[in-house]
């Protein structure tokens, strides 16, 4: 069974910084709209970015807007999450979907909801503390 695999994951000071990898063995993430979430403890899974498939087409939502980039890496087969400026509500299990729905709001690129991708990673903790 394909699944993607998270990495990047890790304890990071206020302030600072990590880079979260997406992974898809065997599968062609560049044909697919990549999606990232996070599960804070004790709260429901959140969407945070995501990036169509050949369009190229960025979403973020607001609360990472300015802090946080997503890429594709089309040498790796990657796709990276970039986080920067990271504060304690940033503390969660961080995992990445691959699918090939997207909505749109207006001229703007939305993400699907976590069910409606096809594949899932595992999840990488990121916990931002002093």
């Known amino acids: 069974q394909v699944q993607l695999v998270e990495s990047g994951g890790g304890l990071v000071q206020p302030g600072g910084s990590l880079r979260l990898s997406c992974a898809g063995p065997?599968?062609?993430?560049?044909?697919?709209?990549i999606g990232w979430f996070r599960q804070a403890p004790g709260k429901e899974r959140e969407e945070i970015s995501c990036i169509s498939s050949l369009a190229g087409d960025l979403y973020y939502v607001d609360s990472v807007k300015g802090r946080f980039t997503i890429a594709r890496d089309t040498t790796k087969n990657t796709v990276t999450l970039q986080m920067n400026s990271l504060g304690p509500e940033d503390t969660a299990v961080y995992y990445c979907?691959?699918?090939?729905?997207?909505?749109?709001?207006?001229?703007?690129?939305?993400?699907?909801?976590?069910?409606?991708?096809?594949?899932y990673g595992q999840g990488t903790l990121v916990t931002v503390s002093s």
């Open positions: 065997g599968l062609p993430l560049d044909y697919f709209v």
């Open positions: 979907a691959a699918g090939h729905a997207a909505y749109s709001s207006g001229r703007n690129f939305r993400c699907a909801p976590w069910s409606e991708y096809v594949y």
